[in-house]
């Protein structure tokens, strides 16, 4: 009798797998003893004392709840609460919508965004003609590559952020998606762009739609932060009501938990918006049928109780005002804590421009910090943010704001100090009797010019200025 193997599964065919880097984060700061550590990377908001907001309009609406006798835990639709997916079609497509009234919209409820992007992904992979590449921007939410590919559609990038601005590569964007080959699937973040903080213009949305138009592209919309970015709602949705008006056929993934503060109930929405014909309704209730089949064989239906807090909210009249005031509450402080930042850090002489943290929207900030200075901000002023450099706005608070400045004015001055100890080390090995105002070849033309270039980012007493703030840094 032959023994049996002790697993189908070895090592060589089952990999241990790597830690997810942002709940790692998080374990990471859970665990630092440290008094004065930062939390800069988890995508939740928190208020002035650092500590998670429970909305007061959710608290509202839990009470409601909890008081009425016909609330029950039966299972939901398949689709969900009806209440809730039609209330947040009218919140992301708007009330007025053609779409809606025309009876081409089918909306489903989903275990938040990351089940909407889930459900569509898994929809495009199983019907989209021709198994169509998927472009993302460049960064981008790092789950949208895991998302796609574990459906099996091909991914590529298309580039967004310029390191050299700290804003949009829009001549790139552009490039890259007329570039992708016709029908192809671009994913579009609708507001607040995770990680940058950047997003298009009006205009510049109005061009891109001329695009896609043109290469016939399929608009794929991911939307986490409709009224957390602006704090108005209709300004965060408009650009995804703006491809609705001009006949694009597209999807939305549409997520609860930052606007309404419901993180761990996992509330959200997948919209799918056909164009408008004689064979639209036909056309959505083929797409709405086949939805239903992906979402029952997935999770048979969805969790009852995020979605019945957002209902009560949507659909009602008080209720919704006090949500948007909540809405401008958390969005304000997010704006004013990106003031305080780049005021701090351009106080201190910090080099560089720091303009682009209040250009930037939302709740994440693209620092322009390499992984080097992040990782030395964590290891030595408790400082804890992912390794591209992004910030949590939400983090900071006025308790903090001065503190984390600080930090990050030593480790860029640091840096710069670091550069011209290599430069004035070049020089030396070039034309080791030459003083650094004369030069006498190309080699050492260029070397200069570089050198000043370093001075006058760093300004001309900054140096001694950061030893200074070395010292006192942690008193």
């Known amino acids: 009798m032959s023994q049996l193997a002790a697993t189908s599964f070895p090592a060589d065919l089952v990999p241990q797998a790597p830690e997810d880097p942002l709940f790692g984060l ?44 016909t609330v029950n835990h039966e299972y939901l639709p398949i689709a969900g609460l009806p209440a809730f997916t039609s209330a947040a079609a009218k919140l992301i497509l708007g009330a007025n919508s053609a779409a809606i009234s025309d009876k081409r919209v089918h909306s489903i409820q989903t275990i938040s965004g990351t089940g909407a992007v ?11 003609p021709g198994k169509p590449t998927v472009y993302f921007s460049n960064p981008t939410w790092a789950n949208h590559n895991q998302i796609f590919s574990n459906v099996h559609l091909p991914i590529a990038t298309y580039p967004y952020f ?34 940058t903080g950047v997003d298009p213009t009006q205009e510049q949305w109005k061009e891109l739609a001329i695009l ?26 408009w650009a995804v009501r703006y491809f609705v008006e001009q006949g694009f056929e597209l999807c939305i993934a549409q997520s609860f938990a930052k606007n309404f503060g419901l993180y761990g109930e996992r509330a959200g929405c997948f919209h799918f918006v056909t164009s408008a014909g004689a064979e639209a309704q036909k056309t959505i209730s083929r797409i709405g049928s086949q939805l239903a089949i992906l979402q029952r064989s997935e999770i048979s239906n969805p969790p009852a109780y995020g979605a019945r807090i957002a209902s009560l909210i949507l659909n009602d009249e008080a209720l919704f005002k006090e949500w948007e005031a909540n809405l401008r509450t958390m969005s304000g402080r997010i704006i004013d804590m990106r003031k305080a930042l780049r005021s701090k850090l351009e106080e201190l002489g910090t080099p560089g421009t720091w303009n682009h943290i209040t250009d930037q929207i939302g709740m994440f900030s693209f620092t322009g910090l390499s992984e080097k ?42 840096t710069i100090l670091q550069l011209e100890v290599y430069m004035r080390g070049l020089f030396s090995r070039y034309h080791p009797e030459a003083d650094l105002c004369s030069s006498s070849s190309t080699v050492l033309q260029k070397l200069l010019l570089t050198y000043l270039i370093l001075r006058e980012l760093a300004n001309p007493n900054s140096f001694l200025v950061s030893l200074e703030k070395r010292r006192n840094f942690n008193k």
Request: charged fraction near 25%.
């Open 118 to 128: 889930h459900l569509g992904a898994l929809f495009l992979s199983k019907f989209y």
């Open 373 to 414: 200075q992040v990782l030395e901000l964590r290891d030595v002023a408790h400082v804890y943010m992912t390794k591209n450099g992004r910030i949590s706005m939400a983090g900071l608070n006025t308790g903090n704001v001065e503190y984390f400045a600080k930090a990050v004015d030593r480790y860029v001055q640091v």
């Open 26 to 69: 998080m374990a990471a700061y859970r665990a630092d003893p440290f008094e004065k550590k930062i939390d800069l990377g988890i995508g939740a908001y928190r208020d002035d004392n650092a500590k998670p907001w429970v909305l007061p309009v959710v608290k509202k609406a839990d009470a409601i709840l909890r008081d009425d006798p």
């Open 212 to 237: 896609l138009r043109e290469k016939s592209h399929f608009p794929f919309f991911d939307c986490a932060y409709q009224g957390f970015a602006s704090g108005d709602l209709a300004k965060d949705a």
């Open 162 to 195: 310029s390191k050299a601005t700290k804003g949009l590569d829009f001549t790139g964007m552009k490039r890259a998606i007329s570039d992708a080959p016709n029908h192809s699937i671009i994913l579009l973040h609708a507001c607040a762009h995770n990680p």
